[in-house]
């Protein structure tokens, strides 16, 4: 692991920059899956309150990146590679049913929020910014979900975004590159302009497996690394 520095926050009452800052650091890997944060440092780091940071961790507790552990302290979550498994059976199924909801009330209006999220992703591509392609992108694939007028789905994919974001960030780091193709999301804004719902929705399913087995493996290779460091604690305990 590199080594961590967070630049200070001049106004300690921002908590929106402090949870932007985390996050950040989170998934561009500088906080890595599973490891502590240690408070007091980061708070030295960004110069602010320690009452800011943590109301700021908590509000990325509730978006499911961290976890918080009693008497042991916040982490960031471990992923393996079922957890992603899970996620993405779980996002082929919403974004069907939300096509499905979404398609007889597609409307002017939808067709130029999609463009507009669409620009978005492509502008944060050429930026080569990590974090915001992740947020942009996961805007443009929510908006099936905003716009199905399903209250249930809606809720139920928010959840599984805030997953989303770090198994995306994880899927860069496999491809060893910051952002994907500019052109990655070109099909999938034409195919939901388009008249076929059932190629739309076809789509939508390669677009999720896209890569997917490499990303498993990279899982896989942090869950054994994860491993083979506890291990070499605990032997390491045991010689004291």
Known sequence: MGKLDFAPIADTTRRAEIVALLRRAILTGQLEPGQKLNELRIAEQMRVSRAPLREAMRELVQEGILTSIPYAGTFVID???KDIDDAYSLNKVLDEFAIELTWRLRDQRFFDELDRRHEAVKQATRNLDTTRQIETALQLHGLIHEW???????ETWQRLASRLQMYFALHQRARKEPVPAEDIHETYVRLLKGSD??????????H??????ELLAYARSLEQRASKGAKATVANRQQI
């Not at 199905?148 to 809606?154: F, H, I, K, R, T």
């Not at 719902?197 to 390669?206: G, K, L």
């Not at 999720?208 to 087995?213: A, G, P, R, S, T």
């Open 79 to 81: 992923v393996t590679a």
């Open 148 to 154: 199905a007028d399903n209250s249930v789905l809606l």
């Open 197 to 206: 719902m059932r190629a739309a929705q076809r789509h939508a399913r390669e």
């Open 208 to 213: 999720i497996d896209l890569d997917f087995e």
